[in-house]
């Protein structure tokens, strides 16, 4: 056979090695393309399953819930129980006071998180490590533990004894937004210790060029801190923000402890059944009646559903920031 010959048998041999090892390459592409589209639905049916069911029986009638047949798609549709919901909870009442609280809670945290993880970043002052270890010892100890004394706290306000000693007693905090301002005020609100590592981590990965800079023109700490340092932290902010007004919405701990006669809606949702419950028994004349567990169940379901629908609006407006915010934050390397 010629040179020439083998060399043509050559270059086709490797044509096809090569079309072959590309097919492979695609093919393994593909099965990999296939394989993550399979674990991103199921993650996402995981996470999106309780969402599902729970607006599934919203809509459902009570009669829906003991047919075998009926699993996802209700037989029988039905809006009566967000009727229901929306009038026992006192929606709009509880919407509204719950947006105050919300906002009000949200802002005091960021304003005292932000300070307290600038100066852990970027300060040295003595027992600093000593006292960051008791900032993160508020994600570990429940707030239950602490429940009693701070009851106690709010409902005899006392500054060192003086305003007993002024007027005579002790104020009473209690059904009023004080306790929740006081306590975001100084950074000890609820999932507090979280948002000043947010912000410590952000200022500890921040160049020290700049604050330097900023110095040598002869700006203060404070100056440089909202001058220099601030706007590059508008990212871990809008995290700090959203988290504390989302945990601050569905909060049932703080809100049913410091609030009993205001009504915001985790305690309007607690309230439904014993409401409705109530409601049926005064128009029975007076007779008790006890609602099966199956329509409270349904009940539970549908006001969740309203406290859930302005969280839903806010992350669609808000997840482009929210999604950045966190990949920047450091949240996924803890």
């Not at 047949?69 to 909870?89: D, G, S």
Request: proline share 4%.
């Amino acid at each position: 056979m010629s040179s020439i010959a083998m060399e043509q048998r050559n270059v086709t041999i490797s044509k096809k090695a090569k079309r072959s090892y590309f097919s492979m390459y695609r093919l393994r592409q593909l099965m990999w393309s296939i394989v993550r589209t399979i674990l991103v639905i199921g993650i996402c049916f995981v996470i999106l399953y309780p969402l599902i069911v729970k607006f599934s029986v919203s809509i459902m009638e009570e009669r829906d819930l003991y047919d075998i047949t009926v699993r996802y798609v209700p037989k029988h549709f039905t809006l009566k129980n967000y009727q229901t919901a929306w009038t026992y909870m006192r929606y709009p009442e509880a919407f509204m006071n719950s947006v105050k609280l919300s906002l009000l809670t949200s802002l005091m945290q960021l304003i005292s998180c932000t300070l307290v993880g600038y100066g852990f970043a970027r300060f040295n002052f003595p027992l600093k490590n000593l006292l960051f270890g008791l900032v993160i010892a508020i994600l570990v100890v429940p707030p239950q533990t602490i429940m009693i004394p701070l009851f106690l706290h709010f409902r005899f306000f006392d500054i060192f004894g003086i305003i007993s000693a002024l007027t005579g007693h002790t104020l009473n905090l209690l059904d009023s937004y004080w306790p929740f301002i006081l306590l975001s005020a100084t950074g000890m609100g609820l999932k507090n210790g979280l948002y000043i590592y947010i912000m410590r981590q952000h200022f500890r990965g921040a160049p020290k060029d700049l604050e330097e800079a900023a110095y040598i023109d002869g700006a203060g700490a404070f100056k440089t801190f909202y001058r220099v340092m601030l706007p590059g932290a508008i990212p871990m902010m809008v995290t700090v923000f959203l988290f504390s007004f989302v945990w601050q919405w569905t909060d049932t701990f703080y809100s049913t402890l410091f609030l009993q006669k205001l009504w915001v809606l985790p305690t309007a949702l607690s309230s439904l059944v014993p409401n409705v419950s109530q409601a049926y028994s005064s128009a029975q004349l007076g007779i008790m009646v006890y609602l099966s567990p199956a329509y409270s169940s349904m009940l539970n379901n549908t006001g969740s559903i309203l406290v859930i629908i302005p969280l839903i609006i806010i992350y669609l407006f808000t997840q482009r920031y929210f999604v950045e915010s966190i990949e920047r934050s450091g949240l996924t390397g803890m």
